[in-house]
């Protein structure tokens, strides 16, 4: 064991010759303030140390070892032991005044001396050995947890993880450490079965408590039952739970409690694994052996995909739009594009963003991160391009123009930060091209209106009003989808919660009185474009069009943006993207009409019912850019 007293400090013989006896509480006392001193009684007397630097002296108690001695320094006074054997010296430390009598530290000089007489080996290897050994076996489960989500950072910043997975490993860290849970602080060397299989009952019952699947009526059935997880699907009904709430009060908590240990114990197999690797260097055993957490595999506390595709359905918690909706009873897809469509300029035209960004999520089928994070291709800096180092969106000026980049004809959409890691390039058809056109006149219109406005502030000297309006400004010009609230981080459309929430209760997946409560989420539009493309395409291409493929060569290198399809394969994806979009745009003859220019022919809205929007607008009161798209209507006056 290091310590001050091997810093090197000289440790000449004649200062071991200076021996003094003092008690244990002169020796507790001592600081480098003061020095022993013989008064001129032969009395140790404490005396001010004008040198103010460490210092060492020897011990005069009867029966101390050879070469037992103190270290005076910065942090306290300590024992120590100098000693030579076959002509190797050794300094070596014992401990503080405060821990050890003087007698006891007696009994530990004697001790190492023996040792070192016998083996010939240096005490302090084992202690070393034994500090680290013991240091392992204290190592807790929030140890672990913390030395994950520093691995994990470092890959973040190197392009190698995701921003999700170092925010799920904190969220697990967190949830480990609720008073109601308190795993976190727990060594891992000494947790058993019981502990864990106790602490996911513990966690479970707090995710269920903050889940906002759950109705506050629910959660306090569930709790007055004691250990309600235990509870049958029966035993759930005949509580008096209906419909999803049943599959909801089933599963309530388990995700984020599956989520939670499977984090940690990947967290505790790599602290094992860490482990085994020092102890292997130093030659002692492992400290760590087994992954206590490998019990809730044992026992199959966590849901298999089966299990969860039951769930899934149960629940209703994935719910891909289709023209059968048994649920509500309704044709949700089109009824979700009529109110998408319907809402667009309400509210000042303030909803536009986010049913843009909606309807382009579901006519390419990306993830909620992917479309939000689209930057106009003209606003990227040629480092970004080259570099792939942010997503665009490109309008190519005529029908065959190839983009700067990638080479390719067409317009295009450019995806750079995938789930999978890779990128993500695909072709932008003509109902999509139509959506971005309308961001483009959506931005040309409120642009102009923010340069007057900031002209005007910067007139008046209104600096706060300037400095709003430059913001909006700057991301106007910047995202596809520009963030409305000026205190927006990430300066572009991040959540579209409110507005879902109206779409469902506009499109009838969501009628308390009738007792219908169909989720949307985006990734459920992601999913329909899945549900429609698989009819229509083959398996490869419904991979292409959903980024379920790697782009890698056979050394793991991600391929070029420029290598991605050739010009053969790039005309044939264009094909497939153009009929899954045509096919779940025609499944409202109306949202057709709407979206179509003049060179797309007009579907018959006769078997397509009007949707009563809160505001009963009719196609008149929309603005004049959009209105003149179609002779149809959404919704009856």
Request: hydrophobic share 40%.
């Amino acid at each position: 064991m290091d310590h001050p007293l091997s810093r090197g400090d000289t440790w000449t013989m004649a200062k071991l010759a200076t021996k003094y006896r003092l008690t244990q509480t002169q020796l507790r006392s001592l600081t480098m303030a003061q020095r022993p001193e013989l008064d001129a009684n032969g009395k140790v007397i404490l005396v001010p140390n004008e040198t103010g630097k460490s210092y060492r002296f020897g011990d005069a108690t009867p029966g101390a070892p050879v070469g037992f001695g103190f270290y005076v320094g910065p942090t306290g006074v300590f024992y120590e032991l100098r000693t030579q054997h076959e002509g190797v010296r050794r300094r070596i430390a014992l401990g503080s005044v405060q821990d050890l009598s003087i007698a006891r530290a007696h009994e530990l000089a004697g001790a190492q001396r023996h040792h070192i007489r016998q083996t010939g080996e240096d005490p302090r290897e084992r202690i070393r050995v034994e500090v680290a050994r013991q240091r392992a076996r204290g190592k807790t489960v929030g140890d672990a947890l913390r030395t994950y989500i520093a691995q994990l950072e470092d890959r973040l910043a190197r392009g190698k993880a995701k921003v999700g997975g170092v925010e799920g490993v904190r969220d697990a860290l967190a949830r480990l450490e609720r008073d109601e849970v308190r795993l976190a602080d727990r060594a891992i060397a000494e947790l058993t079965d019981e502990d864990i299989l106790g602490a996911w009952s513990k966690l479970r019952h707090s995710c269920m408590l903050q889940s906002n699947r759950l109705k506050p009526a629910v959660k306090e059935l569930l709790t007055a039952q004691g250990e309600w997880w235990k509870l049958t699907v029966a035993d759930l009904v005949r509580l008096g739970l209906t419909g999803k709430t049943v599959a909801l009060a089933h599963a309530a908590g388990l995700s984020a409690t599956e989520q939670t240990m499977g984090n940690a114990a990947r967290a505790v197999a790599k602290a094992i694994s860490a482990e085994r690797k020092a102890a292997a260097q130093a030659g002692r055993q492992p400290a760590l052996a087994h992954n206590p957490f490998d019990v809730l595999t044992e026992e199959d506390r966590y849901r298999s995909s089966r299990d969860l595709a039951k769930h899934y359905e149960a629940a209703r918690v994935r719910n891909p739009l289709g023209t059968d909706d048994s649920a509500t009873g309704t044709q949700s897809l089109p009824a979700v594009l009529k109110a998408l469509v319907g809402r667009r300029d309400m509210q000042n035209g303030h909803n536009a963003v986010g049913v843009d960004y909606l309807l382009l999520t579901l006519l390419w089928g990306s993830r909620r991160s992917e479309a939000a994070k689209l930057r106009w291709y003209d606003s990227c800096s040629p480092e970004e391009l080259e570099l792939q180092l942010a997503s665009w969106a490109w309008l190519a000026p005529e029908p065959f123009a190839k983009n700067p980049t990638t080479g390719l004809r067409g317009s295009q959409v450019f995806f750079h930060d995938t789930k999978n890691g890779d990128f993500q390039l695909l072709p932008v058809a003509y109902f999509a091209e139509r959506i971005l056109r309308w961001r483009v006149d959506d931005t040309a219109l409120k642009t102009r209106v923010r340069e007057k406005s900031l002209a005007l502030a910067q007139k008046e000297g209104d600096q706060a009003a300037a400095a709003r309006h430059a913001w909006h400004l700057e991301n106007l010009r910047r995202w596809v989808f520009p963030a409305r609230n000026p205190q927006s981080k990430a300066g572009h459309h991040t959540d579209s919660k409110a507005i879902i929430h109206n779409i469902r209760l506009d499109a009838g997946l969501l009628d308390p009185e009738r007792g219908i409560d169909v989720g949307l989420t985006p990734h459920d539009l992601r999913r329909t474009l899945g549900r429609f493309a698989g009819r229509l395409l083959p398996g490869h291409v419904v991979s292409q069009l959903l980024n379920h493929h790697s782009d890698r060569d056979e050394g793991g290198r991600m391929a070029k943006v420029t290598e991605r399809y050739s010009q053969q394969e790039w005309p044939h994806l264009q094909e497939a993207m153009a009929k899954v979009e045509e096919a779940l745009i025609s499944t409202s003859p109306r949202v057709w009409n709407i979206l179509r220019g003049t060179d797309k022919q007009i579907l018959d809205e006769q078997s397509d019912p009007p949707l009563n929007l809160p505001s009963r607008r009719s196609l008149g009161h929309r603005s004049k850019a959009h209105s003149a798209a179609s002779q149809g209507s959404l919704g009856s006056a």
